[in-house]
């Protein structure tokens, strides 16, 4: 990051107002114009690096959505599962119940 101590602003005053730029305020005005281009440069890194973020984190959240739709899927299909399994019990001890009732 880049810092600047400006302790005589007057020569940049005198370049603001129009005025005859004395020569010792030409580094100081080129400097200036240097870092208003530096700021811009990492203004428009920052901007990008935001909207990478920013993508990134959508595709992290719906990632994370998918994830979770499928745990809650899959606990709703090993539920299904174990009561098909219970009802398959029962119904085997059911038809061997009537079995042997027809038997007897």
Same mark, same amino acid.
């Given at each position: *990051? ?6 005589? %602003? ?9 005025? !005859?730029?004395?020569? !010792?305020?030409?580094?100081e005005v080129t400097e200036l114009n240097n870092?208003?281009? #530096?700021a811009g440069r990492i203004l428009q890194s ?8 920013? !993508? ?5 959240? !719906? ?7 499928? %745990? #809650? ?12 399994? #219970?009802?398959?019990?029962? %119904? ?9 009732? *027809?038997?007897?």
């Open positions: *990051m880049t810092a600047i101590a400006i302790t005589d %602003s007057e020569p940049i005053l005198t370049a603001i107002a129009g005025q !005859r730029i004395p020569r !010792r305020a030409w580094a870092l208003l281009g #530096e920052a901007k990008r690096q935001a909207e990478l973020l920013q !993508r990134r984190a959508y595709f992290d959240g !719906r990632a994370a959505g998918l994830a979770h739709a499928q %745990s #809650e899927a899959i606990k709703h299909v090993l539920e299904a599962q174990k009561q098909a399994r #219970e009802l398959v019990a029962a %119904s085997e001890a059911r038809i061997v119940e009537l079995a042997l009732r *027809m038997i007897f």
